[in-house]
């Protein structure tokens, strides 16, 4: 990993830097799970350089009560839904485990209309024995991209790579123990957020999700 201080014109061209980066890996079994929405422009990029299966990958925040912008966890679709949860901001909190249990619920219903609408079905990609690659635009705490690693490991991946554009060395470090590699291009100190590593930080709809989706199957059939 290294730092540079310059941001991204948008999500294209940290995809394309970032496919430059993982070009060693062009011939491996190596799957792409993109976290949408602006990760799987991100993904689509290194899938279509290096010849790579793409799918997505859909890890929700649980939100604290009454504080919809501060997460007390995560949780992930598939690998049993195991959830990852930041106990010292729970208790402090005083949250219930009710409260949790309520919440945990919501997102995945969340998380299964989503893979519906991105997908067709809620079933896991193939990815036993497997390279696979969690793709986003960007970290900032590293919560739902713990609860997608512990996800993709209880669905056997052989190994894990974490590789996103941006990302603050503290969550990095975080993250470690999760994926059994990082490549991130960008490891600011001063974070700030992840839009600030970006130019052009449109937000994605859904429909360009669906289309980048269905344009890498059609790649993967010829």
Request: aromatic share 6%; net charge negative.
């Amino acid at each position: 990993m290294h730092r540079q201080a310059e941001p991204y014109f948008n999500r294209r061209q940290a995809g394309e830097e970032l496919a430059r980066a993982l070009e060693s890996y062009k011939d491996s079994d190596c799957i792409v799970l993109a976290i949408p929405r602006g990760g799987v422009v991100v993904a689509s990029e290194i899938a279509d350089r290096l010849g790579f299966d793409l799918d997505v990958i859909v890890p929700r925040k649980l939100r604290a009560p009454m504080q919809p912008e501060l997460a007390i966890g995560a949780v992930a679709s598939w690998g049993d839904h195991e959830r990852m949860l930041d106990e010292r901001t729970i208790r402090l909190l005083g949250v219930s485990q009710e409260y949790v249990d309520r919440e945990a619920e919501t997102q995945l219903t969340e998380i299964n209309r989503r893979l519906l609408a991105y997908r067709g079905t809620t079933e896991p990609p193939s990815v036993a024995g497997r390279v696979a690659m969690l793709v986003d635009d960007g970290i900032a705490t590293g919560y739902t991209m713990r609860a997608a690693a512990i996800a993709v490991r209880n669905l056997a991946a052989q190994h894990i790579i974490l590789a996103v554009p941006v990302a603050p060395p503290d969550s990095l470090e975080s993250l470690q123990p999760y994926v059994d590699e990082i490549v991130c291009l960008k490891t600011p100190t001063s974070f700030i957020a992840v839009g600030y590593w970006y130019r052009d930080f449109e937000q994605v709809s859904d429909d360009e999700v669906i289309n980048l989706l269905h344009k890498a199957r059609e790649r993967e059939l010829e």
